[in-house]
T-cell receptor
Framework: GENVEQHPSTLSVQEGDSAVIKCTYSDSASNYFPWYKQELGKGPQLIID?????GEKKDQRIAVTLNKTAKHFSLHITETQPEDSAVYFC??????????FGKGTTLSVSS | NAGVMQNPRHLVRRRGQEARLRCSPMKGHSHVYWYRQLPEEGLKFMVY????????ESGMPKERFSAEFPKEGPSILRIQQVVRGDSAAYFCASSPGQGLTEAFFGQGTRLTVV
């Protein structure tokens, strides 16, 4: 089955800096890659996703890139703000299966 | 347009009791997924259901755990004879179908076994 590795497990940045979180997946048939943000005591919230027919997707300060050949995808957050502090999860799936998640990255943005 | 609703939000059970966790998917969604999250850990897949059908239960412990998604009503995750190790947050997500569609999560049920 699918296995998703996520790095780093913790990331500390200064407000205004960029943050990058990287994930690799094992199943070459996976073709949907979402990212979720989880704040303390809450459920994961979908923030951006990318499908395998696209190499990059951007939404304001958040962007995701996908390299299908290398089987890795990354989340980029620019101009970080204190409210970006949370745990971020990557995931992968193919049609007819459930999302398989990485172990998460705790992002801390200090002002 | 209500999101995924889970109840109860917090559940305390004594060892040996049964725990029932409920999940009502978003309107129009017919696929439900259950995940378990231990403190400081990620989301571990448990079971994937469609109405009246289990699609994938490969992440579910073989004993004491069961799940259903009936034609009418919410999806239920049932844990029989709970043990302290079952203490965790249980999250439900729903999606419109099998395709590459977004999945949205509820706020979770935090189960504490005392």
């Amino acid at each position: 089955g699918e296995n998703v590795e996520q790095h780093p497990s913790t990331l500390s940045v200064q407000e205004g800096d960029s943050a990058v979180i990287k994930c690799t997946y094992s199943d070459s048939a996976s073709n949907y890659f979402p990212w979720y943000k989880q704040e303390l005591g809450k459920g994961p919230q979908l923030i951006i996703d990318i499908r395998s027919n696209v190499g990059e997707k951007k939404d304001q300060r958040i962007a995701v890139t996908l390299n299908k050949t290398a089987k890795h995808f990354s989340l980029h957050i620019t101009e970080t703000q204190p409210e970006d502090s949370a745990v971020y999860f990557c995931a992968a799936r193919k049609a007819g299966t459930a999302l398989i998640f990485g172990k998460g990255t705790t992002l801390s943005v200090s002002s | 347009n209500a999101g995924v609703m889970q109840n109860p939000r917090h559940l305390v059970r004594r060892r040996g009791q049964e725990a029932r966790l409920r999940c009502s998917p978003m309107k129009g969604h017919s696929h439900v997924y259950w995940y378990r999250q231990l403190p400081e850990e990620g989301l571990k897949f448990m079971v994937y259901l469609q109405k009246e059908n289990i699609i994938d239960e490969s992440g579910m412990p073989k004993e004491r755990f069961s799940a259903e998604f009936p034609k009418e009503g919410p999806s239920i995750l049932r844990i029989q004879q709970v043990v302290r190790g079952d203490s965790a947050a249980y999250f439900c997500a729903s999606s419109p179908g099998q395709g590459l569609t977004e999945a949205f999560f509820g706020q979770g049920t935090r189960l504490t076994v005392v």
